[in-house]
């Protein structure tokens, strides 16, 4: 596996489900996010974690909970979502503290809530 | 607070017809201006980084300039494969970790 990759590529919940989606890099980075993307809108961060801290937390409702093992796993845990959450979710990795600082992305999880 | 305005919203060329898009920013203090590609239902994936006024980048049939307050993808003879949304990013120096400000994104479109 190269990149970014994540799991499932698509998933469809009820209210009630708890889920999880996993994200995986192997690029050596040491930074990672979760953003959300809906129609129409940008891209919205939702969480980021530097060398396995959180550091960010935009506002994210609790129904979304971040787990990051290490640096290379990123995994977000979902319960008792709403329909309006239906979106893509999209994981990316950079370099924190370089000089470089582009984010790679993943294909997404797109996610549909019932 | 960062922003990014993108224009056009959309852009239908047809197949060697050059054009540009422009990103527009507010920032206090810019580390970095990122360009981004995205096809229907995939990541984006990354194209450029311009640190600086007055830089530019190439890739193929794609130009980044940047200007202290904006940013161009300029698109010379365009084919059908390079139909995608492209999105336009900021990061900002006093930015804790590497938060990027996305804007909306054009959505071009290459008729052969």
């Not at chain 1, 953003?35 to 530097?50: D, G, H, I, R």
């Not at chain 1, 994210?60 to 979502?81: M, Q």
């Not at chain 2, 990014?4 to 919203?9: A, F, G, L, M, N």
């Not at chain 2, 920032?27 to 600086?52: A, C, I």
Request: glycine fraction near 8%; include cysteine; charge should be negative.
């Amino acid at each position: 596996e190269t990149g970014v990759t994540q799991t499932p590529r698509h998933l469809v919940m009820g209210m009630t489900n708890k889920k999880s989606l996993k994200c995986e890099q192997h690029l050596g980075h040491n930074a990672m996010y979760w953003y959300k993307q809906s129609a129409k809108k940008p891209l919205e961060l939702m969480f980021v974690y530097n060398f396995k801290e959180q550091t960010e937390n935009n506002s994210v409702p609790s129904r979304f909970s971040p787990e990051c093992p290490n640096s290379s796993h990123l995994f977000l845990h979902l319960h008792t979502l709403q329909p309006e959450d239906s979106a893509l979710y999209l994981c990316a990795s950079s370099h924190h503290g370089g000089t470089s600082y582009e984010q790679y992305f993943g294909p997404g999880t797109r996610l549909t809530v019932t | 607070e960062d922003q990014v305005t993108q224009s056009p919203e959309a852009l239908r060329l047809q197949e060697g017809e050059s054009s540009s898009l422009n990103c527009s920013y507010t920032v206090s203090g810019l580390r970095g201006l990122f360009w981004y590609r995205q096809d229907p239902g995939k990541g984006p994936e990354f194209l450029f980084t311009l640190y600086s006024a007055g830089e530019e980048k190439e890739k193929e049939r794609l130009k980044a300039t940047l200007t202290k307050k904006e940013s161009f993808l300029h698109i010379t003879a365009p084919k059908p494969e390079d139909s995608a949304t492209y999105l336009c990013a900021v990061q900002a120096t006093e930015t804790s970790g590497s938060r990027l400000t996305f804007g909306e994104g054009t959505q071009l479109t290459v008729n052969p």
